[in-house]
């Protein structure tokens, strides 16, 4: 088993039980004790718990709706990964509404490698910086949440209404197969859901600790999803669920 996979059940462990032992660690996966360490060290780097005497706990701020500027530079290696294999189900010519997650943020740094694409979002981080330089960028308007650095309310759900883009692209902070796509923060999953009423096609960016973690709001439903695009390959037993609701899963 790849030490990816490891951290992935690790993980998956961790946000069921909100802990871990080392010695248990040990004998699930049949490799030392130091190899357990080195996964939760990796883990405690990227934000994912907190290690402790024997084992670790959940980080529960994970579940929390973190500023933006905390969580741009969050597991930044994984939403590159998963930023490059979706831009190539991004063509010239389309037009997209993007959110204002970090993981979409680094989907739109690679936008410049197309052709005459457009972007409506809700994403300060992206008007301000238009990290794509050549893509062409519609501000929904609204409300400013300093916090997210995101722009909500009446006016950017009034001009999210006079658009039908080719995609809209979102993320999120849990999936579960009982309670569907979740988000931390109210106003923007709202924003998310008009934006997939209008588009013709959904693309949801997720990385692998999203997969049965329960977060504050549930949003969307499953069939709502076309695109899944994650960075390493779920379980056999997410895998079957996602096909049954006819979403294609690239990882």
């Known amino acids: 088993m790849l030490g990816i996979e490891r951290r992935q059940?690790?993980?998956s462990i961790l946000q069921k039980n909100k802990r871990v032992l080392v010695s248990d660690l040990k004998n699930q996966f049949h490799v030392t004790?130091?190899?357990?360490?080195?996964?939760?060290?990796?883990?405690?780097?990227?934000?994912t718990l907190t290690r402790t005497y024997g084992?670790?706990?959940?980080n529960e701020?994970?579940?929390l709706d973190l500023p933006f500027n905390e969580r741009i530079d969050r597991n930044l290696h994984i939403k590159q990964v998963i930023a490059q294999k979706a831009i190539h189900y991004i063509s010239d010519n389309d037009s997209l509404f993007i959110d204002s997650s970090s993981t979409s943020f680094e989907l739109v740094k690679l936008l410049s490698l197309k052709t005459n694409v457009t972007v409506i979002?809700?994403?300060?981080?992206?008007?301000?910086?238009?990290?794509?330089?050549?893509?062409?960028i519609i501000s929904t308007g609204g409300e400013l949440v300093p916090h997210s650095l995101s722009l909500v309310g009446s006016i950017s759900m009034e001009t999210t209404k006079k658009y039908n883009p080719d995609f809209?692209?979102?993320?999120?902070n849990g999936l579960h197969m009982q309670k569907g796509i979740m988000d931390s923060n109210e106003p923007d999953a709202e924003l998310k859901k008009l934006m997939i009423q209008q588009a013709s096609k959904t693309m949801l960016l997720v990385d692998h600790t999203k997969f049965d973690n329960i977060t504050f709001i549930s949003f969307l439903e499953f069939q709502q999803i076309d695109?899944?695009?994650?960075?390493?390959?779920?379980?056999?037993?997410w895998i079957k669920f996602l096909h049954q609701h006819n979403i294609t899963v690239i990882y």
């Open 9 to 11: 059940i690790i993980t």
């Open 33 to 47: 004790e130091e190899t357990i360490r080195r996964d939760l060290e990796k883990l405690e780097r990227e934000g």
């Open 55 to 58: 084992g670790a706990v959940i």
């Open 61 to 63: 701020q994970t579940n």
């Open 121 to 136: 979002t809700n994403s300060v981080k992206i008007l301000n910086e238009n990290p794509g330089h050549a893509i062409g």
């Open 168 to 172: 809209a692209i979102i993320s999120c």
């Open 227 to 237: 695109y899944l695009v994650t960075d390493i390959k779920p379980s056999d037993h």
